[in-house]
């Protein structure tokens, strides 16, 4: 009983993550550029999380060309004076292996376990794949 506990109590303590259309950028390398330019990245949201607690720690996935091509850490929430929502993201883009995703408006919570893992230091020697032929790939079972 203990032990169910204890895996309960670790399971609640996952970060939860979200998705976002990278909507402004025009390649990877142009998020990165933007994501990466000063100490903290900030991104404007009309709403704030139901569930943004637990998102602290957790990380926003990117979606470019309809495929999740990379990642930054939530650091936290800020509400502006128009009564919109600042989510600071830390500086620091960290390709994940490529995944299909429907495009969707605003953002998308995604639990620890459905989210892609990072790319290794060899993986990220290559071209990662454009984001339409990931969902093509997906589409045949291939990825």
């Not at 142009?30 to 991104?43: K, S």
């Not at 139901?50 to 800020?78: C, Q, T």
Request: charged share 30%; net charge positive; with cysteine.
């Amino acid at each position: 009983m203990a032990c169910r506990r204890w895996r309960t109590a670790y399971l609640w303590a996952m970060p939860l993550h979200m998705t976002k259309i990278a909507y402004s950028a025009t390649s990877v390398e142009d998020l990165r550029e933007w994501v990466e330019r000063g100490p903290e990245a900030h991104m404007t949201t009309r709403y704030l999380p139901k569930r943004h607690e637990e998102m602290v720690g957790g990380s926003l996935y990117w979606i470019f060309e309809h495929a999740i091509v990379a990642r930054s850490e939530i650091l936290g929430f800020e509400q502006r004076e128009d009564g919109r929502w600042t989510i600071r993201l830390a500086p620091k883009l960290i390709p994940v292996e490529p995944r299909a995703k429907r495009a969707h408006q605003g953002w998308r919570y995604l639990e620890d376990a459905s989210a892609p893992r990072d790319l290794s230091g060899a993986e990220l020697e290559g071209d990662i794949l454009p984001g339409r032929l990931v969902k093509d790939l997906a589409k045949l079972g291939l990825v």
